[in-house]
């Protein structure tokens, strides 16, 4: 398997545009996670699906920031419009039951 | 504080063993995870414990957990450059989830 992948690697965007993150995980793993890491705050959680469904998305900053996984092999991350202070890297991971996550290689998000 | 607090860095000389610490809150914690981050890259899942166990050994890496103050540790032995690496410590299963909760991570640096 060639892991979870995430497109684009990195990504720069004037203030106000819309971004969109995209995620394929693993082939038959059932939970889904994206994550956002920056040097202030950390790793945080922002969302994650189960079989393809939301089942929190408590960390997501604000209404900005919307999650899709219209079906198990694809999952997007928009921000709309975006802003500098979004700028971080996100990272999208998968598991099989919840245990033990594969990580993607993440994208590099600047807000310019 | 945090869930899981880790020291922020640590440095070693090659060939030296290190050590990185982790403390949790969650006594319920049922799994223990140290994830290791290269520049640029995912965290990668290097091990994983299960709370009744005390240790884990694989090669050069040696996990203990003292269950009842809620310490974990990882040893690293003959640190090579190589290892230099942000290193994440995670607890599972605490208030019932399955959702990892993350330390901050220790930079490990290694220098000849």
């Known amino acids: 398997d060639a892991g979870v992948i995430q497109s684009p690697r990195h990504e720069v965007t004037e203030m106000g545009q819309e971004v969109t993150l995209r995620c394929k995980p693993i082939?038959?793993?059932?939970?889904l996670f994206w994550y956002r890491q920056t040097m202030m705050r950390g790793l945080e959680l922002l969302i994650y699906f189960n079989n393809n469904v939301p089942i929190d998305d408590s960390g997501m900053p604000e209404d900005r920031f919307s999650a899709k996984m219209p079906n198990a092999s694809f999952s997007t991350l928009k921000i709309q419009p975006s802003e500098p202070r979004d700028s971080a890297v996100y990272f999208c991971?998968?598991?099989?039951?919840?245990?033990?996550?594969?990580f993607g290689s993440g994208t590099r998000l600047t807000v310019v | 504080g945090e869930d899981v607090e880790q020291s922020l860095f640590l440095s070693v000389r090659e060939g030296d063993s290190s050590v990185i610490n982790c403390t949790y809150t969650?006594?319920?914690?049922?799994?223990l995870y140290w994830y290791k981050q290269e520049p640029g890259a995912g965290l990668q899942l290097l091990t994983y414990?299960?709370?009744?166990?005390d240790m884990k050994q694989d090669q050069r890496l040696t996990v203990l957990l003292n269950k009842k103050d809620k310490h974990l540790s990882l040893r690293i032995a003959d640190t090579q450059t190589g290892d230099s690496a942000i290193y994440f410590c995670?607890?599972?299963?605490?208030?019932?989830?399955?959702?990892?909760?993350f330390g901050r991570g220790t930079s490990l640096i290694v220098h000849p």
């Open positions: 082939s038959g793993h059932d939970y």
């Open positions: 969650d006594s319920s914690s049922t799994y």
């Open positions: 414990i299960f709370s009744n166990m």
């Open positions: 991971a998968s598991s099989l039951g919840g245990v033990g996550y594969t």
């Open positions: 995670a607890e599972s299963m605490g208030k019932g989830s399955y959702i990892p909760t």
